[in-house]
């Protein structure tokens, strides 16, 4: 595998300044001829989508269909949420109109359905997404809704509400009885990756309850976040729990072999509402109170990726695309949606720079990539 890049004779303005970014073709010829043989040399986190309708005054989150053809927002505008076609960012027509504010997101994993948490009776719309018409019959939940979860096999639906935790069979959308329902004011649910756990985050201080979906039990030894947990996200492979909390830690990131803390996380500069791994698992992203509102965290060294696009107003939703090419962001200013290139293409006239690790202490006459030893 391609081990290192290194440099000795360039003179401080010259010298690549970090890794994974495009450089001049024409200032170094030798160099841009091998990271052209190179794959995945993009740079990350660069640019954002132009070409997004603004229809919302505050977005409250977001999510992508399974296949990545759809995204769909949630928001505070008369018809509470839209479903934007990514092939051009158009707007679907015939999406039915929220009772309420839309607060919580997501499609179930066949593609089949959509489901919103909103502020008004009944607070759960679940909609088929062959014709965008409301699914009959789904139970009302018993508080405002919050947030939404499809379970990894599509056999369940969780909802958070201002009473706790209400579960869904999606075969019949009857309410799953006997569980461990956490009390007080739910913000968020997500499931991890393989099905087994369930997170509720929650107002208060003891705010986070794991189920166990083995046994419908409730995890102990869970250890503490900061108090009025938003949102959480499980990391791809289920080793890592994230939880953006809206006190200090404003970021808790837990192992899930132990239920441990990660230590070493940055620091949030302030409240933080919703968090997403990226679906490769390098990335986490975190939305927050106050400027710059969005914070992209490299899970590898737990270090912050500088330079990526501004967003207008707080982000209180954040989601990857499944393909890893996009990051959204719903925030509370125009364009009050925000997607970020993941990835890109270098300019013309430029080439990138794999991001690899730095050798240094070789005298060559100009930066070359070398072989490692496998």
Same mark, same amino acid.
Request: net charge negative.
């Given at each position: 595998?391609?081990?290192?890049?290194?440099?000795?004779?360039?003179?401080? #303005?010259?010298?690549?300044? *970090?890794?994974?970014?495009?450089?001049?073709?024409?200032?170094?010829?030798?160099?841009?001829?091998? @990271?052209?043989?190179?794959?995945?040399?993009?740079?990350?986190?660069?640019?954002?989508?132009?070409?997004?309708?603004?229809?919302?005054?505050?977005? &409250?989150?977001?999510?992508?269909?399974?296949?990545?053809?759809?995204?769909?927002?949630?928001?505070?505008?008369?018809?509470?949420?839209?479903?934007?076609?990514?092939?051009?960012?158009?707007?679907?027509?015939?999406?039915?109109?929220?009772?309420?504010?839309?607060?919580?997101? *997501?499609?179930?994993?066949?593609?089949?359905?959509?489901?919103?948490?909103?502020?008004?009776?009944?607070?759960?719309?679940?909609?088929?997404?062959?014709?965008?018409?409301?699914?009959?019959?789904?139970?009302?939940?018993?508080?405002?809704?919050?947030?939404?979860?499809?379970?990894?096999?599509? !056999?369940?639906?969780?909802?958070?509400?201002?009473?706790?935790?209400?579960?869904?069979?999606?075969?019949?959308?009857?309410?799953?009885?006997?569980?461990?329902?956490?009390?007080?004011?739910?913000?968020?649910?997500?499931?991890?990756? !393989?099905?087994?756990?369930? @997170?509720?985050?929650?107002?208060?201080?003891?705010?986070?309850?794991?189920?166990?979906?083995?046994?419908?039990?409730?995890?102990?030894?869970?250890?503490?976040?900061?108090?009025?947990?938003?949102?959480?996200?499980?990391?791809?492979?289920?080793?890592? $729990?994230?939880?953006?909390?809206?006190?200090?830690?404003?970021?808790?990131?837990?192992?899930?072999?132990?239920?441990?803390?990660?230590?070493?996380?940055?620091? $949030?500069?302030?409240?933080?509402?919703? *968090?997403?791994?990226?679906?490769?698992? #390098?990335?986490?992203?975190?939305?927050?109170?106050?400027?710059? &509102?969005?914070?992209?965290?490299?899970?590898?060294?737990?270090?912050?990726?500088?330079?990526?696009?501004?967003?207008?107003?707080?982000?209180?939703?954040?989601?990857?695309?499944?393909?890893?090419?996009?990051?959204?962001?719903?925030?509370?200013?125009?364009? @009050?949606?925000?997607?970020?290139?993941?990835?890109?293409?270098?300019?013309?006239?430029?080439?990138?720079?794999?991001?690899?690790?730095?050798?240094?202490?070789?005298?060559?006459? &100009?930066?070359?990539?070398?072989?490692?030893?496998?």
């Amino acid at each position: 595998m391609i081990g290192d890049i290194i440099y000795n004779d360039l003179n401080d #303005e010259k010298r690549l300044p *970090c890794l994974g970014n495009a450089y001049p073709i024409a200032e170094y010829p030798e160099l841009a001829a091998i @990271c052209e043989r190179v794959p995945g040399t993009n740079i990350d986190f660069q640019s954002t989508v132009s070409g997004i309708s603004t229809i919302a005054t505050v977005s &409250y989150g977001s999510a992508f269909s399974p296949d990545g053809q759809y995204l769909a927002v949630v928001h505070s505008n008369s018809s509470y949420f839209f479903v934007l076609r990514t092939s051009d960012w158009s707007i679907v027509s015939g999406t039915p109109t929220l009772a309420g504010v839309g607060y919580g997101v *997501c499609f179930s994993p066949d593609g089949k359905y959509l489901a919103l948490a909103h502020s008004s009776s009944p607070y759960l719309t679940v909609v088929h997404t062959s014709d965008w018409t409301v699914v009959p019959d789904t139970p009302a939940l018993p508080g405002l809704g919050r947030g939404v979860a499809f379970s990894p096999d599509g !056999q369940y639906l969780a909802t958070a509400h201002y009473s706790g935790l209400t579960l869904l069979r999606v075969s019949n959308w009857s309410v799953v009885s006997g569980l461990p329902v956490p009390s007080g004011i739910a913000f968020g649910v997500s499931f991890s990756n !393989q099905g087994r756990y369930l @997170c509720i985050t929650k107002l208060g201080t003891a705010n986070i309850s794991i189920i166990d979906t083995s046994g419908w039990v409730e995890v102990s030894g869970l250890p503490t976040v900061g108090n009025n947990a938003d949102q959480a996200s499980f990391s791809p492979k289920d080793d890592y $729990l994230a939880v953006a909390s809206q006190s200090s830690p404003y970021l808790t990131v837990i192992r899930t072999s132990d239920w441990s803390v990660v230590s070493g996380t940055p620091s $949030l500069p302030s409240n933080a509402f919703a *968090c997403d791994f990226s679906p490769n698992g #390098e990335y986490l992203a975190v939305g927050h109170y106050v400027t710059p &509102y969005l914070t992209v965290i490299r899970t590898s060294d737990w270090s912050v990726v500088n330079n990526i696009p501004s967003i207008q107003g707080v982000a209180r939703g954040v989601s990857f695309s499944p393909n890893n090419q996009y990051l959204i962001a719903a925030h509370g200013s125009s364009p @009050c949606v925000t997607a970020i290139n993941v990835t890109q293409d270098a300019p013309t006239g430029y080439f990138h720079v794999p991001k690899i690790p730095m050798q240094k202490g070789i005298n060559i006459d &100009y930066p070359v990539l070398i072989q490692a030893e496998e």
